[in-house]
């Protein structure tokens, strides 16, 4: 078993620069916020129009903030950045938006979310947003219900922690961690581009539960050039996870140019239960891939793919001018 206290610097090799102080424009939140600053991340977003067709902004300084985040559905796009001294990596972010809210607490699995996106062409830069649950319940982080972007980001929780739910989703350099289903959803078309993916000490677990449930939803899930194993500090088992699961019959995830350690089970990927496997109709896609977690005899309704899936193929041939398309992240 190997960790990220090793293979996270060898994720992403773009130029670093920092942010540590607000782009022009930006509305400013700070736990030790002026009277012209907001001291929550939800007050910055509730202060700007929903109705305004220009770009909107927010800077958020260091700091841990304990809150959950809803950004409502705007004409404008919306811009978050946080604190950083490395904008290329999650690993020197400095901001933590966390909650643990739970279904446990009677609560519908999106609503756990720490932070719920509604808005379309929303961006997210070098936020942690952490669901600090645990174990138990379903617990997410971030439920995206709307095309966007994620650069730089870190989504950690233990169950549900991401939820690429609907429209265009990229994730640039992003960190993703979690034990069962961690990254989930029906509807939504999302690329992973060099992302760092840290599993959970568990004896059983699973990647991805995609519930692609007909053969024209555009649900697609393509992880590209990523690292996948145990979280720093974790002991896994060898073996003990999955690529990912069918939470529906059409699932559609593939793995590409990606690391995997000796975490991951030489099947894997596996049913979605004895009996409502969910198999016959699947693309559960690999190409490439390197490390012991590639190896093996995969399951029977696995594909092993003659050439890598493009970005157009998942997001369109019109992707790179989408306004939450950040090139520099590829």
């Known amino acids: 078993m190997k960790s990220f206290a090793i293979f996270f610097a060898f994720t992403y090799c ?14 400013v939140v700070s736990k030790s916020a002026t009277s012209s600053q907001y ?47 490395d904008t290329a990596t999650y690993a020197d972010n400095s901001v933590t938006i966390t909650s643990s809210l739970a279904a446990a607490d009677s609560l519908s699995d999106e609503d756990t979310a720490t932070l719920i996106v509604l808005a379309e062409n929303f961006v997210l830069y070098n936020v942690n947003v952490v669901n600090g649950y645990g174990e138990g319940s379903q617990a997410v982080a971030l439920a995206a219900y709307q095309s966007s972007g994620y650069y730089g980001c870190s989504f950690t929780g233990y169950q549900d922690t991401l939820l690429a739910e609907t429209g265009d989703q990229i994730y640039g350099a992003c960190y993703i961690e979690g034990a069962t289903d961690f990254i989930f959803g029906q509807h939504a078309a999302a690329w992973f581009e060099q992302c760092d993916i840290g599993v959970l000490d568990a004896s059983w677990g699973t990647v991805t539960a995609n519930g692609r449930a007909s053969s024209t939803d555009p649900s697609y899930y393509c992880f590209n050039s990523c690292n996948l194993a145990a ?23 593939v793995f590409q140019w990606t690391y995997m350690s000796d975490v991951i089970n030489s099947a894997g990927w596996t049913e979605w239960s004895s009996s409502e496997p969910n198999t016959e109709d699947v693309l559960f896609g690999e190409y490439d891939n390197s490390g012991a977690g590639s190896e093996g005899t995969r399951a029977s309704f696995a594909t092993k793919l003659t050439a890598g899936v493009s970005i157009d193929t998942v997001l369109g041939s019109s992707y790179a001018s989408y306004s939450f398309y950040d090139s520099s992240y590829f």
């Not at 770009?55 to 796009?77: D, F, L």
């Open 231 to 253: 979280a720093s500090g974790q002991d896994v088992p060898d073996g003990a996870y999955y690529l990912g699961r069918p939470w529906s019959e059409y699932a559609r995830v």
């Open 14 to 27: 773009a130029l670093a620069t920092s942010r540590t102080s607000a782009p022009s424009g930006c509305l």
């Open 39 to 85: 001291d929550t991340v939800q007050s910055a977003v509730n202060a700007l129009s929903t109705t305004s067709t220009s770009s909107q902004c927010i800077w958020i300084n260091e700091g841990t903030y304990e809150e959950q985040v809803t950004v409502p559905a705007r004409n404008a796009q919306l811009i978050i950045y946080g604190y950083t001294t």
